[in-house]
DNA sequence: CTTATTGATGACAGCGCTGTCAAATAAATC
DNA sequence: GATTTATTTGACAGCGCTGTCATCAATAAG
């Protein structure tokens, strides 16, 4: 049966349903909250009650009266809408499951005022938790001030794993090398990498992947070789251009992230170089855009959202220690990512040194 | 300066700005919201303790007290990502300006129970208003139910337009209108159209346009050339199949949105025909996508920051009658676009009928 | 100067809920 | 059965603010 309307006094109370139970409002209280110490009956008429009024708290309410803090915030300084609407997607649904609001909030990882800014925002806003995502996760600054402020806090993604604290990452370092083994399995030796923005987290630990493969295949890492990007669609274009220039021009560049891989794609196509056949190109991230582009991406998946909803959930086993169904938590957590094969890349044209293994 | 802070009891009150001002917390309370019938000697007087001891109302309590709703609904079903990001932004700085919470919604649009899920959304948080994107925004059922609640919402860019209430749109018509003229500028005559998702009330308006640009140069309007897309890069690579197995081929593709364009673009490579040479394609929507193809892709930027900024002025306009700095809006409001011009469409290449003019 | 009228201010209740603490009841102990 | 102890329940204050209404000062009218 839906909702009983009663005599049109605007919205259900506690009041109500403290009266249709037959017991005190604290008691309702006490049965909404998973307090201890609620006889079973009662517990169960009262849920009834909620059911057949169609109860529900008034969020203000609550949090003025138990001081209580619901909101989580989401600071971030947009690296690509994708990026962001998965993190979105991920803290929003987590969010939901355990209760708390959601706070976007934009901002500037470069601004020398956003520690403050995001001081102000938890005190006016009365925030519970905060997420950052990558670069704001590594504004140092910021984080000395949160971590004074006292404040929980989840840093997705952040370029230091020793600090203490929570954090959820992926393993770029392993994804990286993942990826740039595939390409020396393919049986390119003369691999460019380009690198993404220095202020992110994620591209020191994607070029020390790269690293390891080919020195784990024992392939000189060649500085004319790697340049510097900035994980944006024109800096693919313009390291495009220095790694196509270059009189013995690379059979296969790793771009560590999916825009600078369309950039230098785009960029071959500029030039007529014909993608894969003379030029290998892989991206990061499997953003929509590596599907779209023409040959669409190899690149690799990070479980962004998952990573996102890891972030809530680190942030509620703090909040809410003994909240019922959430595990204990380790500070930290790992997730994990997968190789996404597309037309991209293939093998190098005729020069490549050794041909792919045939061992399989 | 900066906050003063007092004996480490928490957050600043009201009742501090009182005792600070040297007035009744009423007092205060008139200020902050604007409210007559206080001296300007007092006002600035209470202003100061304000800005002195950095205080910020406590929402949860403004909100109790004057049993005022200030958390706008957003209710989405993901058109993408670039879309909602954009929607976003736009409206979360409007609501900023004018202290609004954003709550958002992802939902189905399909979801036969999404009147009864939005109904208790609003019910539950509270909501102000609502703010609808396409294809929400069309969900004949969902605005049946939203009007008899009487709660207040705007549409983005609906599909009906004589239908009372709010909303905030674009002249798509106009727009596909001038996409299309442009290709007939530049010497097409066989231009083929890839209808967008049928739901999508853009979808209907943007066909229009085509018609209206094709009936006024005197071309007729051919059913082959017509085919019916889903707004998808996938049914992008579907249409184009189609449209590029003609035995007459268009020479020109107006895909109604980008998605579809790249769609087309990518089928095209894969095809060998080459872009624009051989064939122009341009899109619609002017996403991060069109700059990124190869060619970059000729489109029509739509102003959606504005127009999701627009829908939250809307709101705060009914919401607020009496709001300082906010004009009386009229309850439609339509927005102007920009045709960006890049590099997916050139003048056919032979057999083009006629010349582009060359009067100019 | 008195009285009506308006403008400026404050006292106080109460929004719907939770925290504290006391009361009532049930279970365990002697 | 009386007493102690644990469990369950409720009365009540108060979170920080706004709405109502009374008060008081300032100005206009008689």
Redesign the pocket.
Same mark, same amino acid.
């Given at each position: 049966m839906p909702a009983v309307k009663r005599g049109g006094k605007?919205?259900v +109370?506690?009041?109500d !349903?403290?009266a249709s139970a037959?017991? *005190?409002?604290? +008691? !309702? *209280? /006490?049965v #909404? &909250?998973h307090?201890? &110490?609620? $006889?079973e %009956?009662? $517990?169960a008429r009262v849920r009834q009650a909620v059911e057949q009024l169609n109860? $529900?708290? &008034?969020p *203000?309410? $609550?949090s #003025? %009266?138990? &001081? /209580?803090a619901d909101i989580i915030g989401l600071a971030y300084d947009n690296p690509s809408d994708s990026y962001i609407t998965n993190v979105l997607h991920g803290a929003l649904g987590a969010c939901q499951e355990f209760d708390y609001s959601l706070l976007l909030n934009p901002c500037d990882y470069r601004d020398p005022c956003l520690p403050q800014q995001i001081t102000q925002l938890i005190e006016n806003r009365r925030l519970a938790g905060l997420i950052l995502t990558p670069p704001v996760s590594d504004v140092a600054e910021l984080l000395r001030v949160l971590d004074q402020l006292e404040i929980t806090y989840v840093s997705i993604a952040p370029i230091d794993r020793e600090r203490p604290g929570l954090y959820v990452v992926m393993n770029d370092r392993a994804g990286a090398r993942d990826m740039t083994l595939h390409l020396i399995e393919l049986g390119h030796r003369r691999i460019g990498f380009v690198k993404g923005h220095p202020d992110h987290g994620a591209s020191h630990h994607r070029f020390q992947g790269y690293c390891d493969a080919l020195r784990q295949s024992g392939i000189a890492i060649t500085d004319e070789l790697v340049v510097q990007g900035m994980f944006s669609f024109e800096s693919g274009l313009e390291c495009g251009e220095r790694l196509l220039c270059l009189t013995t021009r690379p059979t296969a560049v790793f771009a560590s992230n999916d825009d600078m891989a369309a950039g230098i794609l785009h960029l071959a196509h500029q030039r007529g170089i014909r993608v894969p056949e003379e030029l290998s190109i892989v991206g990061y991230d499997d953003t929509p855009l590596s599907r779209v582009v023409w040959p669409s991406l190899t690149t690799l998946r990070q479980p962004i959202q998952e990573m996102a909803r890891a972030a809530v959930e680190q942030l509620v086993a703090i909040l809410r220690p003994n909240h019922a169904g959430l595990k204990a938590h380790a500070p930290h957590e790992t997730l994990r990512y997968e190789l996404v094969v597309r037309q991209s890349a293939c093998p190098p044209p005729a020069g490549a040194r050794r041909p792919p293994r045939d061992d399989a």
């Open positions: 605007g919205p +109370t506690i009041d !349903v403290a037959g017991v *005190s409002i604290k +008691t !309702v *209280s /006490r #909404l &909250n307090e201890p &110490n609620v $006889r %009956a009662t $517990r109860y $529900r708290p &008034n *203000s309410a $609550r #003025l %009266a138990g &001081n /209580r």
